[in-house]
């Protein structure tokens, strides 16, 4: 049925990193969303009045948030799609993101809400019917559920889309909240015991989990999160596999939303080298990643002297310095500048996350342990974190 329904209505459906491409998989699975969640919601709505059942009723209420969050899903495909403006430069496509920080809220509101009802029959319980009419409507909405999370999670693969993978979860997680409402009713039919309320609890603090679950899943991208470590690894590896390129540093990747990615670097060249050439090497290698990854990459060229001895010299001591002190990752962009009473040692040292010194013990513990190569050495360090991961 999905690969039928892809078919049909996305043209160009294999071409995913078309961004008119991955706008019609987001509005195919938010007009799928609404039409079966909108369904079964219903049915359970009308089987939880009719019978009296608040868990019956909350796992409605829940397949109906899960209808407002594809609709606001579809909206929100739509408007991340819309191009960069004079205002956006960066484009739109964190919308994406806001809409799913929407949803979060609505779920948790939702869940509330029926967690009050729940109590309230917990409290002043009524018999409850056991009618397989119920027990039909729960099994059609397990299996549809499991449809819909194959189904958003095939297509959140397609496209790589976080929110679309999240809505397969949440319905693979709705499947578990129904089953234990399913369960409950046959306990009551065979024992007596009327669990109803005790399981609308039960739903509703999974509605309200599910909720302050997505909002950290959607916030996390707004707040800014480490890049993928397969990305920062292709762009490395793309870099280096050019010959004349001596090393890279500074790496810094921005998201700005799903196929919206900004990225900058710093490659290393020999500064004997003609300008002329190594620049064109370096603009090569902008073009050819940022067409290969498809992403805007920005490489800015720093020459390295090879030929001096004092500075390959130095270079050495500090990689041994490095290799002591766990806390500093790398040192880069290393400039030597010799007098005849000291000589400044000019450059950056890339410090680990979890790092709990400070800038100042760290440029002391540094300067420190070049004094004993040689007393004439003054370090100029600059204290730079680590983007990349």
Known sequence: MQNFLI???IKDYDKTEDPQVREAYGKLAGVVGIVSNTAVSAMKIAVGLVFSSISILADGIN???DASSSLITLIGFRMAA???DEDHPYGHAR???????????LIIMLGGQMLKASVEKILHPDALQFSLLAVGVLVVSILMKLWQARFNMKMGEAIDSATLKATGADSRNDVISTTAVLISLFIGKLTGYQLDGFMGVLVALFIVW???S???ETSDPLLGLAPDPTLVGEIQSRVMEHEGILGLHDLVVHDYGPGRVFASVHVEVDANENLMKSHDMVDNIEKEISSQLRIHLVAHMDPVDTKDPLTQTVKQQLKEIVEEIPEILSTHDLRVVSGYTH???VFD????????KSDGQLKAMIAGRLKEYDPKYNAVIEVDRNYAG
């Open 63 to 65: 397949n109906l948030t």
């Open 82 to 84: 819309k191009p960069a």
């Open 343 to 345: 000589h400044n040692l």
């Open 349 to 356: 040292i890339v410090i680990s996350p979890g790092c709990e």
């Open 95 to 105: 919308i994406e993101y806001i809409t799913g920080l929407i949803v979060s809220f």
């Open 7 to 9: 078919k049909k209505f």
């Open 214 to 216: 997505l909002i950290k």
């Open 210 to 212: 599910s909720g302050i």
